[in-house]
């Protein structure tokens, strides 16, 4: 998996962490923006940064 950014990086690591041993998808990390994954989590990783970008975008009021 390649990360455009480090925070990116992080915060995929960290979701990685908050799993059961049993889920867990980093088989390794190479350095701070790339990692190999289970291929089976790439949706869900996908998905959980989509979703934390949605949640930390400004927008501007009406």
């Known amino acids: 998996l390649f990360c455009s950014d480090v925070p990116m990086a992080q915060f995929i690591i960290n979701l990685n962490s908050t799993l059961p ?6 088989i390794h990390i190479l350095d701070s923006t790339h990692m190999f994954v289970q291929p ?5 990783i996908r998905s959980a940064v989509s979703d934390f970008r949605d949640q930390n975008s400004y927008e501007k009021p009406a």
């Not at 041993?21 to 980093?26: D, E, H, N, R, T």
């Open 21 to 26: 041993a049993s889920q867990k998808f980093i």
């Open 40 to 44: 089976h989590a790439a949706e869900m």
